[in-house]
């Protein structure tokens, strides 16, 4: 294995809970991990909840069949509010893929070594929930089995695209962040892949992952291209965190309607992004270390550090907040004053401030470190969190459709029962697709973590957990 | 596929030239005549029949075609079953490969199209005809030009040259084409709910009639709606000369009763006013909505919107006071309103009557709004003989003989008021004739009953107790255009020949007649009126066209004859037989048009069609009348049908004075009372469905009511105090908003013993305690749209109170109902969207409508602007001028193809409506003022649509069109989140009708016809715009202004659309947009609208002081 570089700050990142707990050697994080995936044992508790997923998928698979055959009007959507649910979904999961290439991009960038244990199931989170995501446009569509005509393909009509349409930008965003995604996870993951092969005692395992592991030897010229290649990628996924989200709200700030032409809607919308991205991360990973007693990998630095860039997010969001209400004052453009006034006294000011609650005053609790090292106040946290950005996805798309210009087209707009199967079934999707990862790959880099050992052995000892049987 | 191909083919032999009915010697029953055509042929032994043929010897089951059915596949396909050879490889390689290259490619299948053998003269496919026909509704006709393709109607306009109609249309009119193909139509003879057969029918009624003539007749009666048919009159009159002691009874719920004994009291003699509306300053409508329902409204409209034209260089117009119960279009475009109950109404005009001198007024309490009164006493006198006072059919007969007193001491006769002799063949008070028959059927005194149109079951007062003492008729028959609730308690049902179908007469408003020609072959086997009545005197074979033809020609020397007769004796000499008579007297309808671009253009050079039947008819207008009389007749024919009215037949005006002695005060009861606090029921007819015969056309039932905007649904109107004090309202439900769900309150009505349950709807501007409720719902045999909609408002009608019934009973029942509403809201929010002023406002400063809102500069863009080299289409619409009528609305969905969706669809926000009309208020809650606004796209020039749509599925044109590509539509809808107009929709579910066969013939078949899944919306009708354009080609000209007329604005009565090249300076349209009232709707968010609206100017009395008392809600 190379050799270990010191951080200079390393005193200071390990100062108060380390990043792995001590006492682990190679193989023992190496035993620990695998033996997830390649152990004979699945545990019951995965089949139930792999079971209730796979059941909320196929309420998916079902809700979108019903669509495709009676078309959109199955929704609750109308004119004037001719977006709702699925649109809110859309961006509500693209916020959530934020977490894992922001951790595993930027971070790696920044050389926040603390990322090692997460990043690679928010990896996975990001790409099922881009998954996800990506489902909402298509299916939204009035016409699904068209949706190839966003793209610029050569054809005999000499028809492009419309490229001044941000759902043509949105296509571009969105696809290209799902591929780069990808490569990035699947890359990451070639040398545990690799270990999985050389440990796995059925022939059919060995196969599987001999295959994906693309032969790798572990040689140093292997891990030099390695290296190259993950540096490269995550220089190339870095803006793209922050293009994907900036695009996404291009699809409302191009727009005229008052609550959608706003110029504050980029970053806000990326700071919405990474705050509902690592919420997911804390609501995914605070019941995995618990099923799985990784908490020595997952430790409680872990999600100390993801509630700060919470707080800091949720912040940034805010400011969005205010901003939106102060530039509808500032402006004293007559629609503005009555979108701000509608959301927060009209029919959906339950949902505004509702959104308030879950997104501004709730998370200040985050300022205090009890609340930063209670576990299952972080989980119950970040569910908060989640449902705040959903609800405020909702309240930008709905409240400024339902009442507009012309009071004379208001009207409103109630989920009908297609509308939650197929978010619910899309929640399910989800779920589904991380029980299959957690059980047939690592869930936590397995060389990554190694390199984090000598680390932990030079450093204090301090506040060791106590150390559970694997 | 064998049965398509046999449509088509038999369709271009038989309904391509079959909209001339006659033109074909062929039977009307066109699929037996050619079973039996083709059969005789494969007798004759024609073993190979041309290609023409074809599918007929199909239809015959010849060998061949059973064979074939036998085998599935057509001969050469069983070669397939042969060994392989190399041939057939390669033959199916080469078919594999090619098949494998083109996937997106359906298969067509072989279905030969045939060509006219004998092309009808003038028709030349693609290209509309219109033929001048008329509508009898309500007791007078619109005269109409329906546009006919390839043989099918698809469009209906108004008739330039009829008075009732000036060019423009109704929503009835435009909606009754959608009841002919109405699949829920009426198609066969029945006999107790079984199918039968005509010729059942004329044995069984034949023996009847034998039977009736021992006592020539005393037991027979004809029951009728209001027959404006001269020829139907005759023939009537014809029945019951033949049977004495029978008896003719008319009936309608929405009769003109109170106006007939109105003028019996005023007159002693029954006349009919034909009001001037252009000689009209000062105007007060009693309860009166002239502008929208009643004989000649189409014209009263429009001649009443001239005078409201106002600009910098006409700076004056008419003055028009309301008083009325119930808010309708015409309360909405007063001048002034001032909501009464009716019997304040009453007091009202007493006082009237009274302060300006009329003898017979009686004495009258003073009314409450002194300022009022006063101003408005002060006005009419000031404007002696350029006043008029006209008065609702609702309203009491002593209400319209005070009114005929007050125009006669106003000096208004002769001048703003005309008399005519009415124009309903017989004018008799239909409450009381019904009364007498019902009394009759009780005492057993009816043996056999006809009741000819109309469903008297369902609309007949509940306390004649219709129903029950029909049964005691021993032979029931009904003629109508549905199986309906009056056919099924009749022993025999005839389905009615739609007037579309057949050949009738009718007099418009002032008198003037029309021969309404039909468009179409009967589509079922139904039977006209005249058919029906020419069976019961004895001359069953008679065409409707021959009766028509005969009735004028015995009588055109003198069209306005009320009284003409049948020529029976000449009739009898002269047709030999009926299959004889039928080839004798066939023509074609003479066209009054074939170009769309000038209807009525090039009508003088045009020779109606006469020799396009095949060539073994004979040569049909010499053949039967070689005398000169004849060929006079001819020519009458033809140019009465070509112009769809018959010169000189309007009846002449008479001079008439008021006896005011004779106007004494009624003693109805409902005189002075005061009811107080107990609430009354006003009976209206719906805006939309009338009194229920439309209640299953999809259209009307889906249109918005222009006030309450409310669909598929009635309920019980009121206003906001009186919903206060009985406890009840109405909510929005978050299921589609405003423009979607309200949960109303459902109340109990009860009236004499009877009652119904009724939602809420508060209608502000309505009088305090009253309640009004519309007439034609609560069907339970209307067809599949109108079943169930509704209430039954007939339930508590009686006799007695044809349209008020005072004291009625409220009770709460706790229980919601959902109505499906398109606008709820109706307050403008402070916005500058419909902008108006007073005329005094307007005169000190005309650019008024600019000054509140902050206007664009010219150009505020990063780009250049697009230059707009030919046409610039654009569109102007006078706010002034609009009514909200609704037919704009309708016109555009029977241009557009646009679907109905449904009243489920509608509670969910998802009405597809391309033109909307908004409707707000300003002003206090208890009487405000009313604004219309039509809201077609506005073809923005800065689209906002266009952006962000994807796909580029709406984008611009060269010549300034907002086009919407369908066929590139993926549906994100993003273009409608975008259009700040809202006046976009889109195809949530698959709204269009695509199995229905009879309303395929329907559409317009230059309007692609929109699938689920597809945002579509206003096109500026640019189907039009492009016929033009070609014909303008053709003659290497460029488009003349008027000569594109979009549907909405062709149909208006008020001419508040104009439509036109803003490129050309000279246009009517640019000339309008450069008004100072001119103004861009929104036009401070840049998007430059190519629609733009003239600001609306009210002129009310200065001494009238309009304070609103109370804010709106």
């Given at each position: ?14 100062d ?8 682990h ?9 695998s ?7 699945t ?6 909840g792999?079971g209730?997923?796979f ?21 609750g ?31 790696l ?6 990322r ?14 881009v ?6 446009p298509?299916i939204h569509l009035?016409r ?18 419309n490229?001044?349409?941000?759902l043509?930008?949105?296509v ?5 962040y ?19 092969r050389d440990r ?32 490269l990628l ?12 900036t695009?996404?709200s ?15 809607f ?9 705050y ?10 605070i ?16 999600l100390?550090n993801m509630?700060?860039?919470?707080l800091?997010t ?13 530039m ?5 453009n007559?629609f503005e ?5 509608n959301?927060?006294t ?8 509702s959104?308030?609650l879950?997104n ?27 449902t ?15 009442r507009?210009?012309l009071p ?7 989920p ?8 619910i079934?899309t ?6 697709l ?14 990554e973590?190694?390199?984090?050992l000598?680390?932990t ?6 506040a ?7 | ?14 309904t ?13 029953e ?12 494969v ?15 199909e239809?015959?089951d ?10 599935e596949f ?6 397939w ?5 190399r ?5 199916l390689?080469?078919?594999?490969l090619?098949?494998?290259?083109m996937?997106a490619?359906?298969q ?10 004998k ?5 030349i496919?693609?290209?509309?005809q219109?033929y001048?026909?008329a ?15 390839e ?5 209906i306009?108004g ?11 109704d929503?009835?009119a435009?909606?009754?084409l ?7 139509r ?11 057969t ?17 006592t020539?007749?005393a ?5 009728t ?23 003719w009874?008319?009936?309608e719920?929405?009769?003109r009763?109170?106006?007939i ?13 034909l009001?001037?509306?252009e ?6 409508a ?7 329902c009643?004989?000649?409204s189409?014209?009263?409209a429009?001649e009443?919107?001239r ?5 910098t260089?006409?700076p ?5 006071y ?9 309360g ?14 009453e007091?009202f ?19 409450d709004?002194?300022e ?10 000031n404007h ?7 008065v609702g ?12 007193a007050i125009n ?6 002769g ?13 008799v008070?239909q ?11 009780e ?5 056999l009953l006809?009741?000819l ?18 049964s005691k008729?021993?032979?029931?028959v009904?003629?109508?255009?549905y ?6 308690l ?10 579309l ?15 309404i020609?039909?468009l ?12 029906l009545?020419?069976?019961l ?15 004028w020609k ?6 306005s004859?009320?009284?003409a ?11 030999g037989?009926a299959?004889n ?8 309808p003479?066209?009054s048009?074939?170009?769309v671009?000038?209807?009525k ?6 020779t109606?069609?006469t020799?396009s ?10 053949a039967?009348?070689?005398s ?16 769809g009215?018959i ?7 008479k001079?008439?004075?008021a006896a ?5 005060s009624?003693?109805n009861?409902?005189?002075?009372t005061?009811?107080g ?8 007819p ?16 889906e ?6 905007k409310?669909?598929?649904d009635?309920?019980?109107?009121m ?6 004090r009985?406890?009840?309202d109405y909510?929005?439900?978050s299921?589609?908003g405003e423009?979607g769900e ?5 109340i109990?009505l009860?009236?004499?013993?009877r009652s ?9 501007g ?12 609560g069907?339970?045999?209307a ?5 169930g ?12 109170h044809?349209?008020t019934a005072?004291?009625v ?14 606008q ?11 902008r108006a ?9 005309p ?15 990063l ?10 289409w654009g ?5 002034n ?15 557009n ?12 926000g998802?009405?597809?409506?391309w033109l ?5 208020y300003k ?17 923005c020039?800065k689209?906002?649509?266009e ?17 919407m ?7 994100t809808r ?8 809202k ?7 698959l ?6 066969p009879s309303?395929?013939p ?37 488009i003349?202004d ?6 909405c604005q ?15 300076h ?12 001119n ?9 430059q609208?190519?629609t ?9 009395n ?11 809600k």
């Open positions: 294995m190379q050799e270990i570089e010191r951080h200079p700050n390393e005193q200071r990142l390990s108060s809970i380390p990043v792995i707990a001590p006492g050697t190679f193989a023992s994080v190496t035993d620990k991990i033996a997830i995936v390649l152990t004979h044992r545990p019951i508790g995965w089949f139930i792999a209730i997923a059941a909320l998928t196929m309420l998916l698979f079902v809700a979108v069949a019903y669509l495709i055959l009676k078309g959109t009007g199955i929704w959507i109308n004119i004037p509010i001719a977006w709702a649910f699925a649109i809110t979904n859309f961006v509500w999961w693209i916020g959530i893929g934020h977490a894992g290439t922001l951790i595993s991009a930027i971070l960038l920044l050389r926040q070594r603390w090692t244990s997460i990043n690679r199931f928010a990896e996975a989170m990001t790409l099922f929930a998954a996800c995501a990506g489902l909402f298509v009035g699904p089995w068209l949706f190839y005509w966003l793209l610029p393909y050569p054809n005999t009509m000499s028809i492009w695209p490229f001044r349409s941000p043509m930008w949105d571009f965003a969105v696809s290209t799902a591929t780069v995604s990808l490569l990035f996870w699947y890359v990451g993951l070639i040398p545990d892949l690799a270990t999985l796995a005692r059925h022939r059919f395992g060995q196969i599987v992952y001999g295959m994906l592991a693309l032969g790798w030897r572990g040689s140093a010229i292997h891990w030099n291209r390695y290296e190259t290649a993950s540096l995550a220089g190339l996924a870095t803006p793209l965190v922050v293009s994907v989200h695009v996404v291009f699809d409302f700030s191009i727009a005229i309607l008052p609550g959608w032409h706003t110029t504050i980029p970053p806000y919308f990326v700071a919405g992004a990474i509902s991205g690592f919420a997911m991360v804390l609501t995914i990973a019941p995995l270390r618990k099923f799985y007693g990784l908490e020595d990998f997952i430790t409680e630095r872990h100390r509630a700060k860039i919470m800091a949720g912040l940034i969001v805010g400011y969005g907040y205010t901003i939106e209400a102060f509808a004052w500032y402006s004293s007559t004053e009555f979108m701000i006034k959301r927060m009209g029919p959906y000011a339950p949902s505004y401030w959104l308030i879950c501004i005053i709730v998370p200040q609790l985050l300022w205090f470190r009890r609340v930063r090292g209670s576990v299952p106040g972080l989980f119950i946290l970040s569910l908060v969190v989640n705040g950005m959903w609800l405020e996805r909702f309240i930008i798309i709905v409240t400024s459709l339902h507009d210009f004379s087209s208001w009207g409103m707009f109630r009908t029962f297609w509308d939650w199967a197929t978010y079934g929640l399910g999707l989800f779920t589904a991380l029980f299959l990862f957690i059980r047939f790959l690592p869930m936590i880099s397995i060389f973590m190694r390199t984090l000598p680390r052995e030079t450093g204090e000892h301090s060791a957990p106590e150390r559970r049987p694997a | 596929m064998e049965e398509s191909a046999h449509q088509k083919n038999s369709k271009h032999r038989q391509g030239p079959g909209k001339n009915l006659p033109v074909l010697n062929v039977p009307s066109s699929h037996r005549s050619i079973l039996n055509l083709a059969a005789r042929r007798q004759r032994g024609n073993a190979s029949p041309d290609e023409y043929w074809r599918s007929l010897d239809l015959a010849t060998p061949e075609f059973r064979a074939m059915l036998h085998r057509p001969p050469a396909a069983s070669e079953n042969d060994p392989l050879s041939r057939r490889f390669l033959h390689m080469g078919a594999s090619a098949l494998a290259g996937t490619c359906t067509q299948p072989a279905e030969y199209i045939v060509p006219y053998v092309p009808p003269e003038g028709i496919p693609g290209k509309p219109y001048a026909t509508m009898p509704f309500g007791g007078a006709a619109t005269g109409l030009l329906v546009e006919s393709r043989g099918r109607p698809i469009k306009e008739n330039p040259d009829h008075p009732a109609s000036l060019g423009a249309t929503i009835f435009q909606a009754s959608l009841t002919l193909y109405d699949p829920d009426s198609q066969t003879v029945n006999y107790l709910g079984e199918i039968s005509w010729s059942a029918f004329l044995g069984e009624v034949g023996a009847a009639l034998e039977s009736q003539r021992g020539q007749g037991g027979l009666r004809i029951l709606e209001t027959v404006v048919s001269p020829t139907l009159a005759a023939q009537l009159r014809e029945l019951l000369r033949q049977f004495p002691a029978a008896k009874h008319q009936y719920a929405v009769n009763d109170n106006a004994v109105g003028a019996q009291l005023a007159f002693g003699q029954p006349m009919t006013p009001y001037r509306f000689n009209a300053d000062v105007i007060l009693v309860d009166s909505d002239f502008l929208s009643g004989p000649g189409l014209r009263y429009r009443f919107a005078r409201r034209r106002v600009s260089e006409q004056l117009m008419n003055r028009l309301v008083i009325e119960s119930t808010p309708n279009s015409t909405a475009v007063a001048d002034h309103r001032l909501p009464l109950r009716p019997a304040e109404i007091n005009v007493r006082a009237v009557a009274a302060a300006l001198g009329v003898p017979s007024a009686g004495a009258a309490a003073r009314p709004n002194q009022w009164f006063s101003a408005l006493v002060r006005d009419l006198q002696r003989g350029r006043s008029l006072i006209i059919d609702e309203q009491p007969p002593f209400i319209h003989a005070l009114a005929h006669q001491t106003l000096g208004n006769n001048q703003t008021v005309q008399f005519i002799d009415p124009v309903e063949a017989s004018p008070e409450m009381q004739s019904l009364r007498e028959l019902a009394g009759e059927m005492a057993g005194r009816v043996e006809i009741i149109g109309g469903n008297p079951v369902h609309t007949a007062p509940a306390d004649l107790n219709f129903a029950a003492r029909l008729v021993r032979l029931r009904h003629l109508g255009l199986n309906d609730e009056t056919s099924e009749c022993h025999w049902h005839i389905p009615e020949s739609h007037y179908e057949s050949w009738s007469d009718a007099r418009a408003f002032d008198g003037t007649a029309s021969i020609q039909p179409i072959l009967p589509l079922y086997q139904s039977k006209s009126a005249h058919e009545l020419a069976a005197t004895g001359q069953p074979d008679r065409s409707s066209y021959d009766l028509v033809r005969d009735y015995a009588n055109y020397r003198n069209p004859n009320k009284t007769a049948l020529p029976v004796a000449q009739n009898a000499g002269a047709v037989g299959a008579n039928r080839a004798q007297t066939t023509a074609i003479a066209q048009a074939n170009a671009t000038a209807p253009a090039n009508t003088s050079t045009q109606p069609v020799a039947t095949p060539s073994a008819s004979p040569a049909p207008v010499a039967g009348s070689p000169p009389a004849s060929d006079d007749f001819e020519k009458f024919w033809r140019k009465s049908l070509n112009d009215v010169a000189g037949s309007a009846f002449p005006l001079t008439v004075t005011s002695s004779q106007i004494s009624p003693n009861g409902l005189r002075t005061d009811y606090h107990s609430i009354t029921l006003l009976f209206r719906d805006p939309a469905i009338y009194d229920g015969r439309f209640a299953n056309n999809g259209w009307l039932q249109l918005p009511r222009p006030l309450t409310l669909t598929w009635n309920a019980a109107l206003s906001p105090s009186t919903a206060t009985l406890g009840v909510r929005v439900s299921r589609g423009r309200i949960h109303a309150d459902v109990e009860s009236y004499q013993g119904v349950r009724a939602p809420v709807w508060i209608v502000p309505h009088a305090d305690n009253c309640i009004t409720v519309h007439l034609g719902y069907r339970w045999r067809g599949r749209a109108g079943n909609a509704g209430f039954n408002a007939n339930v508590l009608r009686s006799s007695d044809q349209w005072p004291g009973e409220i009770k709460r029942t706790g229980d919601t109902y959902q109505l499906a509403c398109t709820f809201h109706y307050n403008m929010e402070g916005r500058e969207i419909v002023a007073s005329l005094d406002e307007f005169q000190r400063n650019k008024f409508a600019h000054e509140k809102v902050e206007e664009p500069t010219a150009h505020e863009s780009y250049p602007e697009y230059e707009y080299k030919g046409y610039a569109m102007a619409i006078d706010l001028s609009c009514t909200g009528c609704n037919a704009c609305v309708i016109a555009c969905q029977a241009e193809n646009i679907p109905v969706v449904g009243r489920e669809q509608v509670l969910r998802r009405a597809m409506h909307r009309i908004d409707r707000y002003g206090a809650v208890h009487n405000p003022e009313t604004f219309f606004q039509p809201l077609p796209c506005m073809h020039e689209a906002p649509c952006v962000v749509c994807p796909v580029n599925a709406t984008v611009h044109d060269t010549e300034g069109l907002n086009v590509v369908y066929n590139r539509c993926v549906g993003y273009c409608s989140n975008n259009c700040p107009y006046v976009r929709r889109f195809n949530f579910l709204y269009q009708d695509w199995d229905s309303l395929r329907m559409r317009n078949p230059e309007v692609s016809v929109r699938s689920r899944g597809v945002m579509e919306k206003c096109t500026y009708c640019v189907q039009r715009i492009q016929h033009a354009k070609i014909e303008s080609e053709k003659e290497n000209r460029t003349r008027g000569e594109v007329v979009t549907a062709a149909a208006c009565p008020t001419e508040a659309i104009v439509f036109g090249n803003i490129n050309d000279s246009s009517q349209v640019a000339k309008l947009k450069a008004s100072p009232r103004y861009g709707l929104l036009a401070e968010l840049q998007t609208p190519r733009t609206y003239l600001a609306a100017v009210r002129n009310p200065p001494e009238i002081n309009h304070t609103p008392q109370e804010a709106m």
